[in-house]
Nanobody
């Protein structure tokens, strides 16, 4: 699986951005997909994950109610709609393909996109 993330940018607090991750590979629809983020000087943290069918989604408490993860298995994409953005959401955002185990740990993901920068100004 190869992943390519895009959609980051600079936005004011309270604004919205939509990240998209394009995947190649025939196993995409069977894989849980996740979004993680890493701010400068901090560890990479879980943001959201979505089951292979798209039926189930999981969110970090810090973004619950503001971010929505979705996927289109026909187009091999997984998106992250981010609303009501805060300065503390500033980070590089990565999409990743889950290999097994807990959805919240970055160690359980084996393929990663290159990351896209999101900057939220106050």
């Amino acid at each position: 699986v190869q992943l390519q993330a895009c959609g980051g940018g600079l936005v004011q607090a309270g604004g919205s951005l939509r990240l998209s991750c394009a995947a190649s590979g025939r196993t995409f629809s069977s894989r849980v997909m996740g979004w993680f983020r890493q701010a400068p000087g901090k560890e990479r943290e879980f943001v959201a994950a979505i089951s292979g069918s798209g039926r189930y989604a999981y969110y970090a408490d810090s973004i619950k109610g503001r971010f929505t993860i979705s996927r289109d298995n026909r187009e091999n994409t997984v998106d992250l709609q981010m609303n009501s953005l805060k300065p503390e959401d500033t980070a590089v955002y990565y999409c990743a393909a889950h290999v097994g185990g807990t959805y919240f740990s970055s160690y359980e993901y084996d393929y990663w996109g290159q990351g896209t920068q999101v900057t939220v100004s106050s």
